[in-house]
């Protein structure tokens, strides 16, 4: 058996953490490959999910939209605007109804404590029938998409009486 000094053995160590580390090295580099490959298929992914995401939308509004074209067309040149008009109200829940099975949901606020993460206050009404910060009148119902908001309502909300007075603040523009 042959004697092995200890320069020698340092060499064949050294050597073998030479190797281990090219070896981490390589794996290191295929992960970090990996992880890249990933994010550009997810892109895609996303990219992908976003556009059938639009043709789902568009068919369930585009309906709605032959029955607009419908309705104007027959509309054209005669002078029953009961008919119109009912064709209008079909239509209009018909679009609610598409909207809804979308995610959409309006929401009304009347008679709810005011808060400023679904409703957009226009204006203030002097009041002692409401409690403080009641919404107690709507211009727009609010809407919302699984849970968040994405058109707060527009309200009027109480504010105690001064003086007796009725006192109402618009704070529209």
Do not use: W
Request: aromatic letters at 10%; charged letters at 40%.
């Amino acid at each position: 058996m042959k004697k092995v000094g200890p320069i020698t053995k340092m060499k064949q160590e050294l050597k073998e953490k030479d190797e281990q580390i090219q070896k981490l090295k390589d794996q290191y580099l295929r992960a970090l490959a990996e992880l890249d490959n990933y994010r550009k298929r997810m892109e895609t992914q996303f990219d992908e999910f976003k556009k059938f995401a639009r043709v789902d939308f568009f068919e369930k509004l585009i309906p709605v939209l032959d029955n607009f074209d419908r309705a104007l067309i027959g509309a054209q040149g005669k002078k029953d605007f009961d008919n119109f008009f009912k064709g209008i109200e079909i239509i209009h829940r018909q679009f609610k109804d598409a909207l809804r099975g979308l995610g959409l949901e309006e929401f009304s606020s009347i008679g709810e404590t005011f808060d400023p993460k679904r409703h957009e206050a226009v204006a203030t009404v002097a009041t002692d029938d409401q409690p403080e910060n009641t919404v107690v009148d709507e211009i727009c119902k609010g809407y919302m998409v699984y849970d968040r908001v994405i058109k707060p309502a527009k309200v009027f909300v109480s504010k105690p009486k001064e003086g007796g007075a009725e006192d109402v603040k618009d704070n529209r523009d």
